[in-house]
């Protein structure tokens, strides 16, 4: 199979994936954003599962990677409508840090950032049970792209990639589905072929052979003497 086939394209999604999920589940832990790094966990999972599927020819496995896709789609679709407050949702909500008061690493860390008011720092040391462990939005300026954004992209690349490792990996499924319906692993394409001998034509059909015992022969022979005399 060609290195340009769906199979290749896939194979090369699936890096990709695999790459972008590591680089987004860096700054995850450095955040401790608590549920995208158990979705990252996942999603590297199942793109491990589509690369083997897609090298092994095994549509099943495929068929899981690209049903996890739909799932993932859906969960930084979710992700990008919270950063972004759409309905009633809110950047400082719980879903993402689950409970732990922290927020992305990009709040206080990304570039040209500056936190103006370290209060929260000293609050945290006053009430060692005050879970809040990174600035108001407000307290952070000077920032190139607000973190809210940073983390759009991060979501939005993989929304990319899964969209695009869907569609692929449909295709891929349809490919191998055929093969299997039209190649034997061990015969080839013609399987019936490389085990059957072709069929003989009608004017060449074996004819039955008789056997006849050596005293009858005798008595034939004995017979056409008989009759020639």
Not at 39 to 62: A, H, T, W
Not at 75 to 92: A, H, S
Not at 112 to 128: D, Q
Request: net charge negative; charged share 15%.
């Amino acid at each position: 199979m060609a290195c340009c086939s769906g199979r290749c394209l896939l194979i090369t999604i699936c890096v990709l994936q695999f790459m972008s999920t590591v680089e987004r589940l860096v700054f995850d832990f450095l955040g401790y954003m608590w549920s995208p790094i158990i979705g990252g966990f996942l999603q590297i999972l199942f793109v491990i599962m589509g690369f083997f599927g897609s090298v092994q020819y095994r549509p099943k496995v495929v068929i899981v990677y690209c049903i996890w896709l739909l799932v993932w789609l859906g969960w930084n679709v979710f992700v990008i409508c919270l950063y972004l407050e759409v309905g009633g949702l809110t950047r400082d909500s719980i879903i993402l840090n689950i409970g732990t008061g922290h927020k992305s690493w990009w709040l206080e860390n990304g570039y040209g950032c500056e936190v103006t008011n370290t209060n929260y720092l000293n609050s945290n040391s006053a009430n060692p049970s005050n879970m809040r462990q990174s600035p108001n939005e407000s307290d952070v300026t000077g920032c190139l792209l607000d973190y809210q954004y940073v983390e759009i992209v991060h979501a939005g690349i993989q929304c990319l990639l899964a969209l695009l490792g869907f569609t692929i990996g449909c295709f891929v499924i349809h490919v191998f589905t055929e093969e299997d319906d039209s190649f034997d692993f061990i015969g080839g394409f013609d399987s019936y072929s490389a085990y059957q001998s072709p069929a003989k034509t009608s004017h060449m059909q074996l004819q039955p052979v008789y056997v006849v015992p050596s005293f009858q022969n005798e008595s034939f022979r004995r017979f056409e003497d008989s009759f020639g005399d």
